[in-house]
C-alpha cells in the first residue's frame, strides 16, 4: 500500500474543462509538496503546503492541504494541452525520506 | 548550473550483470535519493542517504546498494541485473525537508 494515495490515477479531458487531482493518507505529514513530470524529464516542484487548511494558487491552479495535514488537492481551472502531464503528490513522512504517491495522469485535449 | 547529473542516461544489460549509476548534485545539500519508476506509476524510493556516510533503505531496497562517496556523490549499484529492474531510475537532492532535485534520469533495459 502506498503511504500517499492519489486519485484519480488517469484523467482525459477537453480543453477548458475544469478538474481537480486527490493526494490522501492516513499519516499527518508537516508539509506536503506537488510535482509536475514531462515525458523524459524528471520531477520539477510545482509547490510546497505547509500550514492545514493553506491554499495555494499558482495562476489556473489551485493547491489546497487539508485541515489535519493529512490530504491535499489540486484544482485547474479551465485546463490547456499545456497542462498535460503526470501530476505527483510527495512529502517527508519521516525524517529525511521523502515518499511519492503513485501520480496522476493528465491528458488535456485540444 | 548543473544541479542533479545522472550518468549513464540509457544502459542495456544482460541478467547477471552488475553496474553501478551515478549520480552527483552541485547544490551542497546533505539529502540524496535513488528514485525508480516504472511504466505508469509514480516514484517509489530504493534508498536514501540524510547526510555523508550515511544510508537507509526506502520502500524497495533489495537487490541494490548504494554508496554515499562524499556530500556531492551518491552511487546506486546493481550487482546481479535482473528484468525486474527494468526501469527509469531517478536521482534527487534536497536539503532538510525541502524541495527535491532530480536528474534527467537513468533508462535501464535487463535483457
Known amino acids: 500500500t502506498q503511504l500517499l494515495e492519489q486519485s484519480p490515477q488517469f484523467l482525459s479531458i477537453q480543453e477548458g474543462e475544469n478538474l481537480t487531482v486527490y493526494c490522501n493518507s492516513s499519516s499527518v505529514f508537516s508539509s506536503l509538496q506537488w510535482y509536475r513530470q514531462e515525458p523524459g524529464e524528471g520531477p520539477v516542484l510545482l509547490v510546497t503546503?505547509?500550514?492545514?487548511?493553506e491554499v495555494k494558487k499558482l495562476k489556473r491552479l489551485t493547491f489546497q492541504f487539508g485541515d489535519a495535514r493529512k490530504d491535499s488537492s489540486l484544482h485547474i481551472t479551465a485546463a490547456q494541452p499545456g497542462d498535460t502531464g503526470l501530476y505527483l503528490c510527495?512529502?517527508?513522512?519521516?525524517?529525511?525520506?521523502?515518499?511519492f504517491g503513485a501520480g496522476t495522469r493528465l491528458t488535456v485535449k485540444p | 548550473n548543473a544541479g542533479v547529473t545522472q550518468t549513464p542516461k540509457f544502459q542495456v544489460l544482460k541478467t547477471g550483470q552488475s553496474m553501478t549509476l551515478q549520480c552527483a548534485q552541485d547544490m551542497n545539500h546533505n539529502s540524496m535519493y535513488w528514485y525508480r519508476q516504472d511504466p505508469g506509476m509514480g516514484l517509489r524510493l530504493i534508498y536514501y542517504?540524510?547526510?555523508?556516510?550515511?544510508?537507509d533503505k526506502g520502500e524497495v531496497p533489495n537487490g541494490y546498494n548504494v554508496s554515499r562517496l562524499n556530500k556531492r556523490e551518491f552511487s546506486l549499484r546493481l550487482e546481479s541485473a535482473a528484468p525486474s529492474q527494468t526501469s527509469v531510475y531517478f536521482c534527487?537532492?534536497?536539503?532538510?525537508?525541502?524541495?527535491?532535485?532530480f536528474g534527467q534520469g537513468t533508462r535501464l533495459t535487463v535483457v
Open positions: 542517504s540524510a547526510s555523508e556516510g550515511t544510508t
Open positions: 503546503v505547509v500550514t492545514g487548511g
Open positions: 534527487a537532492s534536497s536539503g532538510l525537508n525541502t524541495e527535491a532535485f
Open positions: 510527495a512529502g517527508y513522512p519521516y525524517n529525511n525520506d521523502m515518499r
